[in-house]
Nanobody, 128 residues
C-alpha cells in the first residue's frame, strides 16, 4: 500500500513560518510528481505548489508565489513545503499528493484530480 504522511503543521502566530514535510512509505518518490494542496473550512481543496520528480521544476499557484517554497530530498523520500509570513487566511489542512503520470509544468500539476495518492493532511492554524 503506497502511503504518504504529512507532518509539521501546528498553531503559529501571524508572520511566523512552518516547514511541512511529506514522507512516502512503501514506495520511492523518485519517479513521482508531488503536489501540495490545502483545504480551508467550507472551501474547496486548492492547489498550492508542485514539484517535478527530479526537483528541477516547481510551480506555485499565483496567490502562493513569494511565501511558499517547495523542495524535495529524494534520498530522504521527502518533499517539503516552507511557508513564510503566515497569515490567518493560510489556516487550512495541508495535503500532499503524488502521481507518476502527472507532470508539474507550466500548465498542470495543481489540480487535485491529477493525483492518485494522498496523505491524510496536517492542520495549519494561524492565529494570535
Amino acid at each position: 500500500q503506497l502511503q504518504l504522511a504529512e507532518s509539521g503543521g501546528g498553531l503559529v502566530q501571524p508572520g511566523g513560518s512552518l516547514r511541512l514535510s511529506c514522507t512516502a512509505s512503501e514506495f520511492t518518490l523518485d519517479y513521482y510528481t508531488v503536489g501540495w494542496f490545502r483545504q480551508a473550512p467550507g472551501k474547496e481543496r486548492e492547489g498550492v505548489s508542485c514539484i517535478s520528480s527530479s526537483g528541477g521544476y516547481s510551480r506555485y499557484a499565483d496567490s502562493m508565489k513569494g511565501r511558499f517554497t517547495i523542495t524535495r530530498d529524494n534520498a530522504k523520500n521527502t518533499v517539503y513545503l516552507q511557508v513564510n509570513s503566515l497569515k490567518p487566511e493560510d489556516t487550512a489542512v495541508y495535503y500532499c499528493a503524488a502521481d507518476h503520470t502527472t507532470f508539474c509544468a507550466t500548465v498542470g500539476g495543481l489540480v487535485r484530480t491529477e493525483y492518485h495518492y494522498w496523505g491524510q493532511g496536517t492542520q495549519v492554524t494561524v492565529s494570535s
